[in-house]
């Protein structure tokens, strides 16, 4: 069975950083391509950020390009997305996905204030 369980949100200031992690079962990372999305109150779902499988493709939303950075770590089965110099607009739940199957993890709370 696919599973996706994301962690590492939280309350922060802008300007901060977070590191959000989803840790992947049921199948391996390093062979699929895997996205982030986010959705904040109010407003339609919408992408982040995008790996491909072999990790020298990544797309970003023009909204968060040079500020934030997806990778993986195959040993650990764990996709990231480092996020740095955050802005109350970055406030949203973030959710990993594998658009393979349209797997979806149930999201982390990302909030951004002072």
């Known amino acids: 069975q696919v599973h996706l369980v994301e962690s590492g949100g939280g309350l922060v200031q802008p300007g901060e950083s977070l590191r959000l992690s989803c840790v992947a079962s049921g199948f391996r990372i390093s062979d699929y391509g895997m996205m982030w999305y986010r959705q904040a109150p109010g407003k339609e779902r919408e992408f982040v950020a995008s790996i491909r499988p072999t990790a020298l493709v990544r797309n970003y939303a023009d909204s968060v390009k040079g500020r934030f950075t997806i990778s993986r770590d195959n040993t650990k089965n764990t996709l990231y997305l480092q996020m740095n110099n955050l802005k109350p607009e970055d406030t949203a739940v973030y959710s990993c996905?594998?658009?393979?199957?349209?797997?979806w993890g149930q999201g982390t709370q990302v909030t951004v204030s002072s």
């Open positions: 996905m594998r658009p393979a199957g349209d797997y």
